[in-house]
DNA sequence: GCCAACGTTGGC
DNA sequence: GCCAACGTTGGC
C-alpha cells in the first residue's frame, strides 16, 4: 500500500469541486510531466493521498483515495498523457502548511520538500501518518 | 510580481 | 547526444 500527494491550485481545481463529484470520482487530469505521470501509473484503487493546496493556501487540506488506475487523459490528442481517478474521502480537520511541514524535521524528506514543482508525488507511511496526526486526524481513519 | 528551479524542445 | 533557449511551476 503506497501514499500519495495531489497538488492543485485551489482556484482551478479545489478541494470542495472535489467533494462535490463525489463518490463517482474525477480523472486527475492536466498532468503534463513523465515523473508525474509514472507515479500514477504505479497506483492501484483504494490507495490514498494528500489533496494539497499550491499557491492559495499552501496546505494539505484532505484525503483523496485513487477510484481507477491510469487511463487515458481526456483533456489531451496526445497518447502519453494519462491519469487516474480519484475521489475526496475526508477533510483534514486543521489543515497542514507547508510552513508547518517545513518546521519538522521528521518531514525534511518530503518530496513535497525536496522538490516543490512536483505535482504528483509519492508519500512515505511514516510522513502520512505524521501530517494526518498534525491535522488532527486519526491516521488509522484516513488510511482507511 | 519576481525569480529560482526545473522540465522540455529543437537546432546542431 | 549535447546544450541553449524557452516555458512553467510555485514559493516567497
Known amino acids: 500500500m503506497a501514499f500519495w500527494l495531489f497538488k492543485s491550485e485551489p482556484f482551478k481545481w ?3 469541486h ?5 463518490d463517482a470520482g474525477q480523472q486527475w487530469d492536466g498532468v503534463r510531466n513523465y515523473q508525474a505521470r509514472n507515479f500514477m501509473r504505479e497506483m492501484k484503487p483504494g490507495e490514498r493521498g494528500f489533496f494539497y493546496h499550491s499557491n492559495e493556501g499552501k ?3 484532505g484525503i483523496v483515495e485513487v477510484t481507477a488506475t491510469a487511463h487515458h487523459d481526456t483533456t489531451s490528442d496526445d497518447p502519453r498523457w494519462e491519469c487516474v481517478d480519484v475521489k475526496a474521502v475526508m477533510d483534514m480537520p486543521m489543515p497542514v502548511t507547508l510552513e508547518a511541514i517545513k518546521a519538522e524535521p521528521r518531514l525534511s524528506e518530503m518530496v513535497l520538500v525536496t522538490n516543490s ?6 508519500v512515505q507511511m511514516s510522513e502520512f501518518k505524521l501530517i494526518c496526526e498534525m491535522g488532527g486526524l486519526d491516521p488509522k481513519k484516513a488510511m482507511g
Open 14 to 16: 479545489s478541494f470542495e
Open 18 to 22: 472535489q467533494k462535490q463529484v463525489g
Open 117 to 122: 514543482r512536483l505535482s504528483v508525488q509519492p
Open 59 to 61: 496546505e494539505v487540506v
